[in-house]
C-alpha cells in the first residue's frame, strides 16, 4: 500500500509507533484540524486519558482528563459512513455534534453503534498492535502517551 506522505500521520507512542492513513476524503475540516495541531507540536506529550478495553483509546486532551481542546474554534461534524471497525480514527466530541476540536480515539473492536454520530478521519495502517498495549483505564493510571505526532511529509 502507497501512502500519501501529505496524508498521513507518524505517531510515536511510549507503546511503539502508529501509522495513520487520513481520509480527507471523508473529513477534509477534521483532517486539516488534524495535521495543523501536529504540526504545531500540539499533541507531543499527551496522555491517552480514557481507555477502555474492547472499545477505544482517546488521547488529545491538553490537561490529560477530557476537559479540554485546542485554542482553535470547534469543528463542524463530518460524519460519514465509514464504519467505526478496529483501527478507525474517529473524532471525540460533547454532545453537540459541532463540538469536536483536538480529541480523538482510535477503536480496538467493532464500535458500529457509532457509526454516522463520530466523525471518522483516518485509520491505523502500521502499529496498530502498539495500539493494543496502551494501558487501560477511566481515567488511566500513570497513562501512556503520545511522544510525537507528525504528518509523515514532515518527518522526511
Not at 501512502?3 to 510515536?12: A, K, Q, R, Y
Not at 460519514?80 to 454532545?95: D, K, L, T, Y
Request: hydrophobic letters at 40%.
Amino acid at each position: 500500500m502507497s501512502l500519501d506522505p501529505e496524508n498521513t500521520i507518524v505517531m510515536e507512542t511510549t507503546k511503539g509507533r502508529v501509522v495513520i492513513k487520513l481520509r480527507p476524503d471523508l473529513a477534509p475540516g477534521h483532517v486539516e484540524r488534524i495535521k495543523l495541531l501536529a504540526r504545531e507540536g500540539f499533541y507531543d506529550g499527551i496522555v491517552f486519558h480514557r481507555v477502555i478495553d474492547g472499545f477505544m483509546a482517546q488521547v488529545g486532551c491538553p490537561h490529560g482528563t477530557g476537559t479540554g481542546g485546542s485554542s482553535y474554534p470547534d469543528l463542524k461534524q463530518e460524519f460519514n459512513a465509514e464504519p467505526h471497525v478496529r483501527g478507525i480514527c474517529s473524532m471525540a466530541r460533547a454532545q453537540n455534534p459541532n463540538s469536536a476540536n483536538s480529541q480523538f480515539f482510535i477503536v480496538f473492536d467493532d464500535a458500529r453503534f457509532l457509526d454516522k454520530q463520530y466523525t471518522v478521519w483516518g485509520e491505523v495502517v502500521e502499529g496498530m498492535e502498539n495500539v493494543d498495549k496502551i494501558k487501560r483505564g477511566e481515567p488511566v493510571r500513570d497513562p501512556d502517551s503520545i511522544v510525537s505526532m507528525k504528518v509523515m511529509a514532515d518527518a522526511a
